[in-house]
């Protein structure tokens, strides 16, 4: 069964740091592309960060290039994202999903996203 799931959410001051990580299970980790996603109260989800082990592609979508870090660690089967710097409107539910198709790579379409996790909510106060 193909599992995800998020951790490392919390409440923090704006300028502060989280990281969040997202343990997966049920496939083989380094194949596929991890992509992590965010919904604000009353937006679209949307793409955040991106990384693919197979093909060495790392995504960040320009409202947090220079702030937040993926990486993973193919021996615990986990993605981070360290977030720095954090803002108000960094606010929203994060969640990790993974296409599982074949040549999977970054950065991974929420459409195409096939498996997510619970998600994690994050919230910067001002």
Known sequence: EVQLQASGGGLVQAGGSLRLSCAASGFSFPDYAIGWFRQAPGKEREGVSCISSRDGRIYYAN????????????????????M???????????????????????????????????????????
């Open 63 to 82: 409202s947090v290039k220079g702030r937040f870090t993926i990486s993973s660690d193919n021996a615990v089967n986990t993605v981070y994202l360290q």
């Open 84 to 126: 720095n710097s954090l803002k108000p409107e960094d606010t929203a539910v994060y969640y990790c999903a993974t296409d599982l198709y074949a040549g999977s790579s970054c950065p991974v379409s929420k459409v195409a996203a096939r498996y997510w996790g619970q998600g994690t909510l994050v919230t910067v106060s001002s």
